[in-house]
Each structure stands twice: as structure tokens, then as C-alpha cells.
């Protein structure tokens, strides 16, 4: 079964900088799309950032210029730096994977969380 190593979430100040890593650790799987979510308290989980096997990335207009998403194939890492933040980027983020074990199906795995609270 897959766990997730997650870090670098914190308390910063507006128009600081945060990276966040998340390793996906254990064996017999294969690793496709990779990215990061967001969820405030009463409200839904939004995405922050995608990343795809061969690199391609994806970003909603909210973080677009200041988010920058890579990953580490050899590693099973995915990475986010966050730069410029925001009050409003104040929230539970959460790292995902589509994994697929042997010939199954293609599924979705989430991280525990880290929070991240940007606050002067």
C-alpha cells in the first residue's frame, strides 16, 4: 500500500515563500498524474497545481505565476514552490498520485495534508 511523506507547509508571512514536497513511498505501483490540492474549513477541496508523468503542468488563474509545480520521477517526489503568498492561499494542502498497481485500474491516493497559514 502506498503511504505519503509529506513537509515543508508552515507559518509565513505575506509575500513570503513555501516548498512543499511529497514522496510516495512503497513498491508495485506506477506513478501517472501528480499534483496538489487546497481546502479551507466548510469549504470544497480546489486545485492547485498538476503535473503529468512526462512534465506537462496545469494551474488554476488564482496561483498561475507565483505556484511552480515539478516533480522527481527517480524519487517519486512531486515538489511545490509557492512563492508571493497570499493570506488567501491560507489553507490544508494536500498531495495526490494516480497509481496503478499491475494491470488494475488507474486510481487517485491522497497525502495526510500539511497546512500552510500565511499571516503577518
Known amino acids: 500500500q502506498v503511504q505519503f511523506v509529506e513537509s515543508g507547509g508552515g507559518l509565513v508571512q505575506p509575500g513570503g515563500s513555501l516548498r512543499l514536497s511529497c514522496a510516495a513511498t512503497g513498491t508495485m505501483f506506477s506513478i501517472y498524474g501528480m499534483g496538489w490540492y487546497r481546502q479551507d474549513p466548510g469549504k470544497q477541496r480546489a486545485l492547485v497545481a498538476s503535473i503529468s508523468r512526462d512534465g506537462n503542468t496545469n494551474y488554476p488563474d488564482s496561483v498561475k505565476g507565483r505556484f511552480t509545480i515539478s516533480r522527481d520521477n527517480a524519487r517519486n517526489t512531486v515538489y511545490l514552490q509557492m512563492n508571493s503568498l497570499k493570506p488567501e492561499d491560507t489553507a490544508v494542502y494536500y498531495c495526490?498520485?494516480?497509481?496503478?498497481?499491475?494491470?488494475?485500474?488507474?486510481?487517485?491516493?491522497w497525502g495526510q495534508g500539511t497546512q500552510v497559514t500565511v499571516s503577518s
Open positions: 495526490y498520485a494516480n497509481l496503478m498497481y499491475g494491470s488494475g485500474p488507474q486510481r487517485r491516493y
